[in-house]
């Protein structure tokens, strides 16, 4: 038997839950919100696979486009890398 649409939604939901908790051991949460953002997720899907509100979601977008698109982390590696 073939599983459901809304069986297939759930698993991927566990997936992305599964590996949003495994990324945030790793990495800022504006960071992993960038990443998830770049798939084109919504606010709401962002903040319910990070743990967070849509508003938290919207703010660090904002913020990021404001400084240019790069997190300050990227900008540090950046600098370390041509040094």
């Known amino acids: 038997m073939e599983p459901s649409t809304a069986d297939l939604v759930i698993q991927q939901k566990i997936s992305n839950r ?30 319910e696979i990070v743990g967070t509100t849509a508003g938290t979601v919207q703010n660090a977008l904002a913020r990021t486009k404001k400084s240019g698109g790069e997190s300050q982390r990227s900008k540090t590696s950046a600098k370390e890398d041509n040094e």
């Open 18 to 47: 599964l590996l949003a908790a495994q990324l945030r051991s790793t990495m800022k949460q504006k960071d992993l919100i960038m990443l998830l953002a770049g798939t084109g997720a919504s606010h709401s899907d962002i903040a």
